[in-house]
């Protein structure tokens, strides 16, 4: 590994570089999912290239890369294995014209006096396990009766639809017991004030949220951005050579993104029942809810397809029978990492020769043992031969003074 560069890594937390720079970005800002990386440390790396440019970003999550390269009047692809994410990045990238937005505006009105003289054929209310943790009845009865009566007014897939379900999302979040103080989504303690809401406060704030979507509608990118269903370990079926690869993919603490995205999911019927969650998590990389838990118990060391002597070392330590869960987290960690060779393996189907990559990841500790995220990455790089392969530390995670977050770039070679 002697062609691999190791910057010493900051001492600095930078909250620019987390989601919460997102909140008020525009499109980026429509929904909150906490694993999602900052449009700030894309915008810097856009910046450094030029037009035209193709990029990709694999894992398209939110849609940040999509969203913030087709701005800059850049050809956009990313796909994403979850249909609901699929969905939300087509929703962030696509034009909206002055009829919709206008439209829109006047469907909200309609909407909300529907809600209220209680005309709406509300919906049943969705299959959440322990539902009344997340909203008190009040709120989930208002909640069945605005989604019934968006599904009344805007059939299809319509632009409208797609607007007006993005703030129906985000008033969900608002008026939830959902926290936010942890990686990803945990509850609060009850609060009287969920209550407390009456139809007046919730229309109030389904009324905001269709106003805060609408203005980002109005900023239409240049560019043009493909939100792709998809697997990452199978990009080969992409139809194009790219310049630019831009992405931050699950990190391997992450477990699943399904537990937060689960009140979204479920709302807007992408979801029908926990063993529905369970089969999407165990296809997507980084994933151990429900089957996946029992499927990873059953995996072999035979299984693995990336071997490396750290990597080695960290699954025995973690594996140790001391550890409580420890085999199935060595062997979630083993998958993972599996699943991101197959992805490097993939990608360098579709690159252009000299084309620059771009992963933010980073390292994590299971059981006090550091995982060194980063450098497994760039050793997968360096045996892909790609060039120039080099991690950088740019931010401090969190109290535990180990633990980065890294931007691991390297070149495919020219030729």
Request: hydrophobic letters at 40%.
């Amino acid at each position: 590994m002697n062609d691999l560069a190791i910057e010493t890594p900051p001492l600095r937390q930078r909250a620019d570089y987390t989601h919460s720079y997102n909140s008020n970005t525009g499109r980026h800002g429509w929904l909150r999912l906490t694993p999602a990386y900052s449009v700030k440390i894309v915008e810097e790396m856009l910046a450094k290239h030029s037009r035209p440019l193709r990029v990709l970003d694999p894992f398209c999550g939110t849609g940040t890369t999509a969203l913030s390269a087709a701005y800059r009047g850049y050809t956009a692809t990313t796909i994403d294995i979850n249909p609901f994410l699929v969905w939300l990045g087509r929703a962030k990238t696509a034009s909206y014209s002055a009829n919709v937005i206008e439209r829109v505006t006047q469907i909200c009105s309609s909407l909300v006096d529907i809600v209220g003289s209680e005309r709406a054929e509300s919906i049943v209310s969705p299959p959440i396990s322990n539902i009344e943790r997340w909203w008190p009845p009040n709120v989930i009865d208002y909640l069945c009766a605005l989604k019934g009566a968006i599904d009344v007014a805007c059939e299809g897939t319509s632009s409208e639809r797609m607007l007006l379900e993005i703030a129906f999302c985000r008033t969900l979040i608002a008026s939830s017991n959902a926290a936010f103080n942890h990686q990803s989504m945990s509850f609060k303690d009850c609060q009287e004030s969920l209550f407390a809401l009456n139809r007046t406060a919730l229309d109030g704030m389904f009324r905001q949220d269709v106003k805060f979507v609408l203005k980002g509608a109005m900023d239409n990118p240049k560019g043009d951005a493909a939100v792709i269903s998809g697997d990452a370990r199978n990009l080969g079926a992409l139809d194009a050579e790219f310049d630019l690869v831009v992405t931050s993919p699950p990190y391997a603490n992450r477990m699943s993104y399904i537990r937060e995205l689960r009140p979204y999911m479920y709302w807007l019927g992408y979801l029908k029942s926990a063993r529905e969650a369970g089969e999407l998590d165990w296809e997507a990389i980084g994933g151990t809810w429900g089957v996946a838990t029992s499927r990873l118990m059953a995996r072999k060391e035979s299984d693995l397809q990336f071997k490396d002597e750290r990597l080695d070392k960290f699954l025995a330590k973690v594996a140790h029978p001391k550890n409580k869960n420890g085999t199935l987290l060595a062997n979630y960690v083993a998958k993972y990492f599996d699943d991101i060779w197959l992805h490097l393996s993939s990608l360098t189907e579709v690159l252009k020769a000299g084309c620059e990559l771009h992963y933010i990841v980073g390292n994590s500790t299971f059981y006090g043992v550091l995982l060194p995220v980063e450098d497994l990455y760039a050793e997968m790089l360096r045996r892909l031969q790609f060039a120039d392969v080099k991690c950088r530390a740019i931010r401090k995670r969190n109290s535990k003074k180990e633990l980065f977050e890294f931007d691991v770039s390297a070149r495919w070679p020219d030729g």
